[in-house]
């Protein structure tokens, strides 16, 4: 492609896809920002369960949509341009740097995001032909530019104030503690409650506990007559009880000691309730206790480089969706 500008009618025409697709990026910010993604949460381990639904939200899906919609026009637009004319794609960056201003906090995002249309936009200027394949090539390629910045950015923003999101994190991991261990506790409480201790306990054992139990409580009974034979021909013996009745005897010892069980666990759960609740260990116990991990210190001193390669995988992830919407409306844009 040459270098000449020549506002032809061919220019004029793709000026409109060019303001269709301006437009539809401005909406697609706006709905990003609207999705209320912050990079602090990515350090908040408490604020997972908020941070998911985010994911699926309505304006995150419109965001993929109309971005990936962006990608595709900007590639579609630039066919048949001279760099010059194809330079005009730059309004993108324009509109991303506008946002920027009025939205600070997502100052990287914006710009990493205004970047790949314009790149999407030159590359398939040099196309020989408009096909689908080198179309979608153009976007493809356009989008490691999301994967790569997005990465860097990740890592210099974490490095730049480590001491601060590796707190943070240990904040939240302290705030997490007591839930987790009450849940672990609770979960294995509740696992306890469902055994049927009976089957674990074979009926001679019953019946020879519950002859022990029964005879001490007669000799204590008779202890407490002053030994008094009267009372002593009274109480029958668990030798001289008939069998239906020693087994009414060795059934209601089972039950009382199942229930005793059973209640002393219940007792249990309680307390770790109780105790979970009220607890918070501190940030210092925390950190002392991780600290006795054989990679903790590894993972505290790369702290910003786990985090970059967290969110590259992120990133890699959100590409595949990406490239896909875009292949869509590609496929409709040459197809029509």
Do not use: W
Not at 79 to 105: D, E, H, N, R
Not at 258 to 263: D, S
Not at 312 to 326: P, Q
């Amino acid at each position: 492609m040459d270098s000449t500008f020549k506002f032809d009618d061919n220019f004029k025409s793709k000026l409109v896809i060019l303001g269709v697709a301006v437009l539809i990026f401005a909406v697609s910010l706006m709905l990003f920002q609207a999705s209320d993604f912050h990079f602090v949460e990515l350090f908040d381990l408490s604020s997972i369960q908020l941070l998911i639904p985010k994911l699926y939200s309505v304006s995150f899906i419109l965001f993929i949509i109309t971005y990936g919609l962006v990608l595709a026009l900007s590639s579609f637009y630039s066919y048949k341009l001279s760099t010059m004319q194809t330079l005009f794609s730059a309004v993108f960056v324009i509109i991303g740097l506008i946002f920027s201003v009025v939205y600070p906090s997502y100052i990287s995002a914006f710009i990493i995001l205004s970047l790949a249309p314009v790149i999407a936009a030159f590359l398939n200027s040099k196309s020989e032909k408009l096909e689908l394949g080198s179309s979608y090539n153009s976007v493809s390629r356009s989008l490691y530019v999301i994967l790569i910045l997005g990465t860097i950015a990740a890592f210099i923003i974490t490095s730049s104030n480590q001491a601060y999101y590796f707190n943070y994190f240990i904040n939240s991991t302290a705030s997490l503690a007591p839930q987790a261990a009450g849940s672990v506790a609770g979960m294995c409480v509740n696992a306890l409650s469902n055994v049927n201790y009976s089957n674990y306990i074979s009926q001679s054992e019953v019946m020879s506990a519950a002859q022990t139990f029964y005879d001490s409580n007669r000799q204590a009974i008779i202890s407490g007559a002053n030994n008094s034979t009267v009372i002593s021909s009274l109480i029958p013996t668990f030798e001289t009880l008939n069998s239906s009745q020693q087994q009414s005897i060795a059934n209601l010892y089972e039950q009382s000691f199942v229930n005793a069980i059973n209640l002393n666990l219940q007792g249990l759960k309680t307390a770790i309730s109780n105790n979970t609740s009220t607890q918070t260990p501190s940030n210092q116990s925390v950190e002392s206790a991780l600290s006795s991990l054989p990679l903790f210190n590894i993972f505290q001193n790369n702290f910003a480089l786990i985090t970059a390669l967290s969110i590259l995988a992120a990133l890699a992830l959100l590409i595949i969706v990406f490239k896909v919407v875009a292949f869509v409306f590609l496929f409709i844009l040459i197809k029509i």
